[in-house]
């Protein structure tokens, strides 16, 4: 809407900075893992630059990246189209006229197998708050779906978990993204798997300066 305030790169390094002060710098981001960094900034739906993909994943190669790395990559970033499903489930559940009622028996099943009392989930509901339980209501396949298929780069395990939420945090930074609960969401995994802010820092960086999506021929 108009006068909405505007979620500029600016304000992305602003509170990175400001969640990060106090702790100490740690070791900087490796040119390997800045390789994986803007290759996946240069592959991922937002941007979806060839030539710079390219360049990027012989870059990473050529440090010692698999193919079988970089496809994962691809996999992780595929899952990006889940944030339209974050916006967009919240957003009918809110002007669904229908008031709130209790989860029947089979979709409390589904809530308990894929969400639980899992500390993760608890910490994805308070930066997108709402969005499990619209998405369940709405479509029960789909949630279960989205729990399958975003698992995947987690469950192959060729990339290290830091270096996914690196990835996952810069994706959502980009100019062409800015995906604001995303990356709040990983910078605050990045912090608690004792990622180093140096390194947090370094692949924002990369993020802002990555360039917009220049169209696919």
């Not at 970033?77 to 489930?89: D, N, Q």
């Not at 989860?103 to 197998?113: G, P, S, V």
């Not at 978990?161 to 690196?166: F, G, V």
Request: negative net charge.
């Amino acid at each position: 809407p108009a006068g909405a305030p505007v979620l500029t790169p600016e304000k992305f390094r602003r509170a990175a900075k400001d969640r990060l002060a106090g702790l100490e710098p740690g070791e900087p981001l490796r040119e390997l893992d800045a390789a994986f960094i803007r290759f996946a900034l240069a592959i991922s739906p937002t941007r979806l630059d060839r030539a710079a993909a390219d360049r990027h994943a012989r870059d990473a190669l050529a440090l010692g990246a698999t193919p079988r790395q970089l496809h994962d990559v691809v996999v992780l970033l595929s899952a990006l189209g889940t944030h339209a499903l974050m916006l967009g489930s919240v957003l009918i559940d809110q002007l669904d006229p229908a008031p709130d009622h209790p989860l029947d028996n089979e979709l409390q099943e589904l809530w308990d197998r894929y969400v639980g009392k899992d500390p993760y989930w608890d910490r994805f509901e308070a930066f997108v708050p709402g969005f499990l339980g619209a998405l369940l209501r709405q479509s029960p396949r789909t949630f279960e779906a989205f729990f399958s298929y975003c698992a995947l780069p987690w469950q192959d395990r060729s990339l290290p978990a830091k270096l996914m939420e690196l990835i996952a945090l810069a994706v959502d930074a980009t100019p062409a993204h800015r995906f604001g609960p995303g990356f709040r969401l990983h910078l605050e995994n990045a912090i608690s798997l004792g990622i180093s802010p140096a390194r947090i820092l370094g692949a924002l960086e990369i993020a802002i300066a990555a360039d917009d999506h220049a169209g696919v021929l």
